[in-house]
């Protein structure tokens, strides 16, 4: 008897990939699976619980969404383990009661993911934790009365220049950037070496094969264009250092991120998708206020999301980092199909129910195309050798690149190096089943 699938799977199915919904359509009978709960998270972080009848009809591409949302959950507390509260805790806290800024039941550690903010307390879901008067916090509106904003420039511009002003002591309107700038903003050194956007030029062309570094190109060749036709010079040492905090630590403050700010304090959290607090506006008090989306224990790393999830390049080119957990790298290795029968069957076999797969894995199916019906034999064995072929050119590229500065990009290569190994070993595991 064929069960009518509940409307929280339906909701599931319609937030699949292109290449799970291609799945989906071609009907192939996996396995039961049911909603335990909805969860409060985004909806990338759903808990599956495995049933043991096969009743529904889904797809492989739904069995890998099950499998990698099922051990999502743990990502966050993995990556979150507190080492010891920062040297500067205390100095943080005494800045934020000068400026007005209320900090509650949080301190300023390191941890797994670096310098970021724990609860000191548990934290309940609903709970302020940080709350930042708009007055403190530097926005992009144009001001009518300065003629340097009105040179028709766009908003990075503007906020490189008022990031200078407020941290320079001689000019500074807002005195809170001049310590915050020295004690907790990255330095003219450490913002040249791991924020692309604060790199030399000449770094970033040899890594242009990187998605998303010809923007990160535009954007500094458009600084320097508008420095030029402000002072008449290229842009310093100092404004590429400011040009780079604002692109990195900026914050959309409505739905469509027309008016960004640069919030004091709150950019000390660190972003992870499967995040357990949101930043918001409050026009009535004249605020930006973090709460907690989730109970938070204490101990734990606050985390919010910077973005919605995007590849890992995106990440890396706008701030300097990457996201072991995000499902959405892909790997240019060509359009070869696979039989979509054939690979379901493989995976039947290969992925545990127990253990699931991980976001690499799941990456790496996302980047295979399938065909609905069976490919003949030799075909397929064909496509695989010249997928695993693509693989090994990727892996010379990257190895090459990784070379010439793996300090400041050794985060992003390793990353992808991952896929690629994982790319490679699934490949070859398919080759061999299928001679088997």
């Known amino acids: 008897m064929m069960w009518r699938m509940p409307i929280h799977y339906l909701r599931a199915v319609s937030r699949l990939g292109p290449t799970q919904r291609h799945l989906l359509q071609s009907h192939q009978v996996i396995y039961n699976f049911k909603s335990q709960k909805q969860s409060k998270k985004t909806h990338h972080q759903r808990d599956w619980e495995w049933c043991s009848s096969a009743d ?11 499998l990698l949302w099922k051990s999502s959950d743990h990502v966050l507390a993995e990556k979150s383990k507190p080492n010891k509260r920062d040297v500067a805790d205390a100095e943080f806290h005494d800045l934020a009661q000068k400026s007005g800024v209320k900090l509650v039941d949080v301190y300023l550690g ?26 403190v916090c530097l926005l992009n509106v144009n001001d009518p009365e300065d003629e340097l904003y009105d040179k028709g420039i ?48 000449e770094k970033l062309k040899r890594h242009s094969d990187i998605q998303g570094m010809h923007q990160v190109e535009e954007l500094r060749e458009t600084l320097d ?6 002072t008449g010079k290229a842009a310093s040492e100092r404004m590429v250092w400011a040009f780079a905090n604002v692109i990195s630590r900026s914050f959309g403050l409505d739905s469509t991120n027309s008016k ?23 026009t009535q008090t004249d605020s930006v206020f973090v709460y907690a989306t989730k109970d938070i224990p204490k101990g734990t790393e606050i ?14 080119c706008k701030y300097g980092f990457v996201d072991s957990s995000s499902t959405e790298n892909r790997l240019p290795i060509g359009s070869k199909p696979l039989s979509q029968p054939r690979f379901k069957n493989f995976l039947e076999q290969q992925v545990s129910n127990e253990d699931g797969v991980d976001a690499c894995t799941y990456c790496v199916i996302e980047s295979l195309t399938f065909n609905n019906a069976d490919l003949p034999l030799n075909e397929e064995l064909e496509s695989i050798q010249t997928l695993l072929s693509s693989i090994k ?34 490949l070859s595991a398919y080759s061999s089943f299928l001679q088997s």
């Open 225 to 230: 264009n508008a420095c030029t036709k402000l």
């Open 154 to 201: 766009g908003w990075p511009f503007w906020m490189t220049l008022n990031l200078m002003r407020s941290s320079d002591v001689k000019v500074s309107t807002i005195p809170v950037w001049v310590d915050y700038a020295k004690r907790f903003l990255p330095s003219m050194q450490e913002t040249s070496a791991s924020i692309p956007t604060g790199m030399p030029i």
């Open 260 to 282: 960004v700010a640069l919030v004091p304090f709150v950019d000390m959290l660190n972003h992870n998708q499967n995040y357990s607090a949101k930043l918001r506006q409050d």
């Open 56 to 66: 529904w009809w889904v797809s492989s591409g739904a069995l890998v969404s099950y």
């Open 303 to 316: 985390m919010i999301p910077y973005c919605d999830e995007v590849p890992n390049s995106v990440l890396f």
């Open 393 to 426: 050119t990727l892996a010379d590229t990257v190895e090459k690149h990784k070379s010439l500065d793996s300090e400041s990009f050794g985060c992003y290569y390793k990353e992808y190096e991952k896929l690629i190994l994982r790319a490679n070993d699934i």
């Open 110 to 135: 390191n941890g797994s993911n670096g310098r970021g903010l724990f609860a000191c307390e548990d934290i309940e879901e609903g709970d302020l934790i940080i709350r930042v008067p708009m007055d």
